[in-house]
């Protein structure tokens, strides 16, 4: 399949380790935001959401941090596996404006063994 | 159970030449997006459907690009007259009622190289 993220940024992590992959939003009037995991040659998987009512949720292996006032989200990802290796995206939604979906510009995760 | 499939998923044309790009949504599902994505890219929204009602289309980048979904499940995405710059994977969703805030499913694209 085609490669995803050929200039995207890339966090290196060994196996095991914890990752963090952060995302800063462009609109303050976002008020759901969503990780995406996307392999090569496959279309984005959902990992987790976050409601702007919320700072913090919870997954299995993942943990969502939203700051508002910096309007910066993060995606933590614990233990990282192999199978973890995969480009990231960030995306942001109005409620009040259609059901389109804004994304981030990516990271690339790769996990060394 | 059967996710969103997209086909075909690669294409090939000559610029100039007619595409047509297929979308087979989760089954129920009555939202569609889809989704340009170039290389190196996040996804870039194009266009949405309720059922069979285009709602939203503010994304699509000129009047090369049409998109339907008659029967409010299939979906095709159709671009006329290609050029080089419509090169990029080409990405399909549903959800399964609609609304910002409901999980969109994606399907694995459709590669779209224009020569």
């Known amino acids: 399949g085609e490669s995803v993220g050929l200039h995207l940024p890339t966090l290196s992590v060994q196996e095991g380790d914890n990752s963090i992959i952060n995302c800063a939003y462009s609109?303050?009037?976002?008020?759901?935001f969503i990780w995406y995991k996307q392999e090569s040659g496959k279309g984005p998987q959902f990992i987790i959401d976050i409601r702007s009512n919320m700072d913090k949720r919870q997954g299995q292996r993942v943990t969502v941090l939203l700051n508002k006032t910096v309007k910066h989200l993060s995606l933590q990802i614990a233990a990282t596996q192999p199978g973890d290796s995969a480009v990231y995206f960030c995306a942001e939604a109005k409620s009040n404006a259609g059901n389109m979906l804004t994304f981030g510009g990516g990271t690339r995760l790769m996990v060394k063994p | 159970g059967a996710g969103v499939s997209q086909s075909p998923r690669y294409k090939v044309a000559k610029r100039g030449q007619d595409v047509a790009l297929r979308c087979d949504p989760i089954?129920?599902?009555?939202?569609l997006f889809w989704y340009q994505q170039a290389l190196g890219q996040g996804p870039e929204f194009l266009t949405y459907?309720?059922?069979?009602?285009?709602?939203?289309k503010s994304g699509l980048p000129s009047d090369r690009f049409f998109a339907e979904r008659p029967e409010g499940s299939v979906s095709t995405l159709k671009i006329q007259r290609t050029q080089q710059e419509d090169s990029a994977v080409y990405l399909c969703?549903?959800?399964?009622?609609?609304?910002?805030?409901?999980?969109?499913?994606f399907g694995p694209g459709t590669r779209l190289t224009v020569l």
């Open positions: 609109n303050s009037a976002s008020d759901y």
């Open positions: 459907f309720q059922n069979e009602a285009q709602l939203d």
């Open positions: 089954s129920g599902h009555v939202s």
């Open positions: 969703a549903s959800s399964l009622v609609g609304g910002a805030k409901d999980t969109q499913y």
